[in-house]
């Protein structure tokens, strides 16, 4: 993990894809999503910029991101990138990869960029197929100026408010910003790569150097989110840097790399802890912290089985300090640990000492249940290794959203 | 999986763990749980039996579990079994474990067998200490004769019922009988091992057979269900066959052993299947049935994701056709297969063919979701192996008792 101390970023009030040099972004609604909610949305660089992008490790692939990999790959570039809300356009044959090569078509006629520079992404319900007629009238009716917002909230689908962040880091004594919007909140449990999130910045940063980076910080934001312990067919990152800022080309030799590498995971954490927080159903952001694990991996399996434990979900979200079943899942996650090593927190209750429950005032630990964030910290005595992993509480509102998406 | 084809046995009304001969079980209530529910269960058998276990691959082990392997380790003989409902002994240190022994101390001296012809099970919150001075007292009140179905009450916890199950089969011309009990309800996703299950027959099989037949048969069946994807500290199966029905010795070798071990599996899997069915908040019994894939192992994992999935356990119950989220948990499940060649059942509706949706009667499909047991199909088209998983949808009400259990 990229160490905090690091960090030397500024964050931007009310910071977006737009914060940085060179970049807009805008949303419609193009009649796909019921009661008029925007569901088109599309975010453009001036220039070419340098790309990179994670993808789902579902078998199933969506065919937006068939089209949008083979964009990436073509030069490690993109210069527009446009998202509709409301099908998925997964799991629809060889007429649904048809689709999303003709949205991306259109996008780039639109805009008038080059065809391979152009990434289309879709969300919603899968197996349906695009009503392409809305899609291409709704492309070519984009303009060149848009608002920020319009696109934050055109991506969404069962979230129920808009995933956006932007911070400031000074390379090179110029000042870089990086941005990003994101959508999620059901089918949430990435895998190696993620839901929907569109990451902008106007650093100078050449696209392999981009693409180590966002992996690297993937496993420590984006992979460690669970809502439903669904991996989506649909989840994809995507990176683009224009370079408008005008530092230095940035590579892990630049003497600023980890400051950078610092500001760039604030803002993968930021965007995956707000999907998290906006979960299905969701009332509170849980934060399992994992220390002196042997290996990182250990403490992410961990970290991730805890934050995926229906039953521990369902005790947070009756604020019930029901310590068992926060151990049970860190036995079966599969790590290497001693059980009688093992110490818990519930906020700053110890309620597990080395593998013995504690008297711990119950009071207490119900009280910080009931806070909007809940922490939840383990500690292996195993190593010096640690990770952090998010999730939400299991509420009824979560079966009453998922029993009736779709009919 | 042992074929159905081979199954020639006969099932018993009212079948319980006192069906073969030979076998006595009962219980009490002793003062653990609340309301004076029955709490304190015995199984005992007239002469010692040969005895086969499998058992939770959890990382923290209840106590009550290191009790019965030494004893099951010992000659690979059992007589007796306690068991007590309403505290888990897990995660009780060296007391819990001292308590354990001495609860096997207590059972074995009261029916006067020899101590490691004795096994102890306890199922319930962990975390806390046993009243020894209720399981000591409860013990000693034991008489040698009391009900079956007092036993399968006194081991339950959340569950709304109890599971019980007798099947006879004759082999080398005798009556072979075998019978079963089991408790689970909440933290089922078994691995390698289970839930609380106890199965009696009065077959003669030594151990080290018994042993086998219980493992193959435990893939098929307790490891094959699943409620909330939690699996406990304290699951395991225990198996005691006396001899009493005198038929020649079975193993593999025995010209009936697959009549016998199809037997035996569909009490393991009666006993599997009404535990998913009484999952915490169930409404309904889902079944998934995947077929023609490559491996079994394949077949397995994809039924197990299916069952696991929040998304479809809450689309079963709000009998949603949202076949989306069936082929997502299939692509996730890590099971090697082409996404073009799979197809999709509900009931009989066929809802995908070849990874395409078909274009099926949402009203029909949607009308077999509504049925107490639901049946979902998968077929490969990669080989001829299949496997079958069992689960349960998710309700308002598996919330409502796991935000409130312990408080």
Redesign the interface.
């Known amino acids: 993990m990229i160490k905090a101390e690091e960090a030397a970023y500024t964050i931007i009030e009310n910071g977006n894809v737009t914060s940085p040099s060179g970049f807009q972004a805008g949303g419609a609604a193009i009649g796909i999503r019921k009661h008029n909610k925007l569901d088109l949305g599309w975010v453009y660089s001036d220039i070419p910029a340098a790309a990179a992008g994670v993808y789902t490790?579902?078998?199933?692939r969506a065919a937006p991101l068939l089209v949008t990999e083979e964009s990436v790959a073509f030069e490690g570039k993109l210069q527009g990138v446009v998202v509709n809300s409301g099908i998925?356009n997964?799991?629809?044959?060889e007429e649904g990869l048809a689709n999303a090569y003709a949205m991306r078509k259109a996008f780039a006629d639109q805009l008038g960029i080059q065809l391979q520079h152009a990434a289309v992404a879709s969300t919603g319900?899968?197996?349906?197929q695009l009503s392409m007629d809305k899609i291409i009238s709704g492309i070519q009716a984009i303009k060149d100026e848009g608002k920020a917002d319009d696109f934050a909230k055109a991506i969404l689908t069962t979230d129920t408010c808009t995933k956006q962040v932007a911070v400031s880091v000074e390379i090179d004594g110029v000042p870089i910003t990086i941005g990003g919007a994101a959508k999620g909140s059901?089918?949430i449990?990435p895998?190696m790569a993620t839901m929907l999130a569109f990451v902008t910045t106007d650093a100078v940063i050449p696209n392999d150097m981009l693409e180590q980076l966002l992996k690297k910080t993937t496993d420590n934001s984006y992979n460690m989110i669970t809502v439903?312990?669904?991996?989506?067919?649909n989840d994809m990152v995507l990176v683009l840097a224009n370079g408008k800022a005008g530092n230095k080309e940035l590579n892990p030799t630049h003497p600023e790399w980890e400051k950078f590498s610092a500001a760039f995971q604030y803002v993968s954490q930021e965007l995956a802890k707000k999907i998290a927080r906006d979960g299905e159903g969701a009332t509170k952001l849980v934060e399992v912290h994992v220390q002196q694990a042997k290996t990182a991996a250990d403490a992410r399996k961990i970290g991730k089985a805890i934050v995926?434990?229906?039953?521990v979900k369902?005790?947070v979200?009756?604020a019930?300090?029901?310590?068992?079943?926060i151990?049970?899942?860190?036995?079966?996650s599969g790590a290497s640990?001693s059980?009688?090593k093992i110490s818990v927190w519930l906020g700053d209750s110890m309620v597990?000492q080395n593998?013995?429950?504690t008297l711990f005032d119950?009071a207490e630990a119900?009280e910080h249940l009931k806070q909007e964030a809940v922490l939840i910290t383990i500690d292996l005595q195993e190593g010096s290794e640690e990770a952090t992993a998010w999730g939400c509480d299991?509420?009824?509102d979560?079966?009453?959203?998922?029993?009736?998406?779709?009919?």
Chains 1, 2 share one sequence.
């Open positions: 490790l579902n078998s199933f998925a997964a799991c629809t044959g319900l899968i197996g349906v059901g089918m449990h895998n439903d312990g669904d991996t989506s067919t995926a434990s229906s039953l369902a005790a979200y009756g019930d300090p029901n310590w068992g079943r151990i049970t899942a860190a036995g079966y640990f059980p009688d597990v593998g013995n429950p119950e119900s299991l509420s009824y979560y079966v009453k959203i998922n029993a009736s998406y779709r009919t």
